[in-house]
């Protein structure tokens, strides 16, 4: 995106495009990134960027944050799956979490927390001893909503009688 006037002083023609190196630091740990890309206003010296400047370097930040953590990286989350040929739906269905999420973790967009994390690497280390411990776990209570449990009819009137009585006696 060509942008000449200044957003901030409102300078006409005064915003230059310069090409940096930046270094970011995450916990101790550096990282260079070359051909980043700064705007400077040569009439108030304030210095910008743009969201869509510098995309694929964000990714690389992401990437570099999530290897300082010790969190698999997207392309490793969707390889893992890829390899026990699960679509994200079942995966997501799987891990128990939304398929939306999911998908997010593959592209990057969200970090998965540790727990998911670990979840992963279980998988990744013991596929199938993990896969059918994960098969056997009760579906989540929202999922089930549909078809609520039944309580007898008697059962019902005797926990409101035993309430009622001990109200009336009070
Ligand atoms: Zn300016």
């Not at 550096?30 to 400077?40: G, I």
């Not at 992963?120 to 993990?130: A, E, F, H």
């Amino acid at each position: 995106m060509l942008i000449k006037d200044c957003p901030f002083c409102g300078a006409v023609s005064s915003v230059t495009e310069e090409n940096t190196t930046q270094t970011f630091e995450y916990k101790g740990q550096k990282l260079a990134c070359e051909n980043y890309k700064v705007r400077e206003c040569t009439e108030c010296g304030e210095s910008f960027e743009l969201p869509d400047d510098n995309l694929e370097h964000e990714r690389r930040i992401l990437n570099f944050r999530r290897q300082v953590d010790g969190l698999l990286l997207p392309d490793e989350i969707k390889a893992l799956r890829e390899s026990l040929r699960f679509t994200q739906k079942d995966f997501a269905a799987l891990l128990g979490v939304g398929e939306k999420s999911f998908t997010r973790y593959e592209r990057g967009s969200i970090t998965q927390g540790r727990s998911m994390d670990n979840l992963l690497r279980l998988i990744k280390d013991n596929p199938q001893g993990t896969i059918a411990v994960l098969k056997g776990v009760r579906k989540p209570a929202a999922e089930e909503d549909a078809a609520p449990e039944v309580i007898p009819e008697g059962a019902a009137s005797d926990i409101l009688g035993t309430s009622t009585a001990t109200m009336s006696s009070l």
